[in-house]
C-alpha cells in the first residue's frame, strides 16, 4: 500500500515563506513522479508542481512559477515544496501526489494521472 504524509503546513503572513514535506512509503517504482496539488475553499483542485525522480525539468503552474520550487531530498523518500512570496491567494489545503511514470515527459508536463493520494495540509495565508 502507498502511502503519502504532507507535513510543513500552518499559517504565515504574506510575502513569507513556508516549506511542506512529502514522504512517500510503501512503493517501490523505478520510475515514480510526485506531484502537489492545492484546493482553495470553494474552489476546484489545482496541480501546481511534479517532478520526476530520473531528473529533468519539474513542472509548475502558472500560477507558482518562480515562487515555489520542488525538489528531493537525499533519502529518495521525500519530496518538498518551498513557498516563497506567499500571497492570501495561496490559501489552501495542500496535497502531495504519487505515481509510477514510465513516460518522464508526462510528469514533467504536468500531465500525469495520480492515483496515490495523502491526506493534505492545510496552509493559510494571511494579508
Known amino acids: 500500500e502507498v502511502l503519502l504524509k504532507e507535513s510543513g503546513g500552518g499559517s504565515v503572513q504574506a510575502g513569507g515563506s513556508l516549506r511542506l514535506s512529502c514522504v512517500a512509503s510503501g512503493y517501490t517504482y523505478a520510475s515514480n513522479c510526485v506531484g502537489w496539488f492545492r484546493k482553495p475553499p470553494g474552489k476546484e483542485r489545482e496541480g501546481i508542481a511534479a517532478i520526476y525522480n530520473g531528473g529533468g525539468s519539474p513542472y509548475y503552474a502558472d500560477s507558482v512559477k518562480g515562487r515555489f520550487a520542488v525538489s528531493q531530498g537525499n533519502d529518495k523518500n521525500t519530496v518538498y515544496l518551498d513557498m516563497n512570496n506567499l500571497k492570501p491567494e495561496d490559501t489552501a489545503m495542500y496535497f502531495c501526489?504519487?505515481?509510477?511514470?514510465?513516460?518522464?515527459?508526462?510528469?514533467?508536463?504536468?500531465?500525469?494521472?495520480?492515483?496515490?493520494w495523502g491526506q493534505g495540509i492545510q496552509v493559510t495565508v494571511s494579508s
Open positions: 501526489a504519487a505515481e509510477e511514470a514510465p513516460i518522464p515527459s508526462q510528469c514533467r508536463r504536468g500531465t500525469i494521472l495520480f492515483t496515490n
